[in-house]
């Protein structure tokens, strides 16, 4: 097995499996987005709501906003000795006061954690009309994709390596998949066609369709895989990644030994 990282730039990377099978690579993406734990808005206390809007939907908005999440220094509820969730070990406390007329933004919450902050400080939270008020306090906490989308590091994508195959004997030179190419990665040389990053291929297979019967066949390689990571903010992608290999590890070492059980 082997993993070659094509990007990796902010939020944003992109990376190859190679000599792999697609049950482990969808193993991969779910560990990724389901098995990482983050940080998150859990539990929100209104002092005042003097807003449009139900405490309710507030309390929606409020946790579906991305927080940074450092790498060390908070435990899991579960796994921390206090009984109500609540301290410095496994929980954030997040303040707003805000009184319009105005919008709150993310970015008025304030943290007792300086690593533990929106992502970004430009999120609407709610439009204040004159004389409204609007007082909380929010309590983050550690958790998993699993237990709810909020928790959810980022988005994990993959596809199979596109395979281009040219049949030079049928390939009249005519350079209709050139035109039929929707993202432009087909080019002539030397009357035939060449593919300049398979990578891009979306295995639309309008090429094959546009040019002469059996002269292009555009299929997958199932051992190879294309995958893309998009962040929330809250943590690196490429912290995501390691953090996913090392949830997996831990299972199929948990499974292992409950075979050697049996």
Known sequence: MELKIRKLEGDEMGFTLSDSNPAFANALRRAAMREVPVMAIDEVEFEVNDSAMYDEILAHRLALIPLSTPAKGYVLPGECGCREGRCPKCSVSLTLKREGPATALSGDLKSTDEEVVPVSGSIPIIKLERGQRLELTAIARLGFGKEHAKWQPGVVAYKYMPVFELNEKACDGCGACVKACPVNIIKLSKGKPKISDITLCTMCKGCAEAC????????????????????????????????AMGALKGKLDEFSKQVKKL
């Open 212 to 243: 002469p019967p059996k002269a292009i066949r555009i299929g997958s390689d199932p051992t190879k895989f294309i995958f893309r990571i998009d962040s929330a903010g809250g943590m690196p992608p490429k912290q995501i990644l390691l953090k």
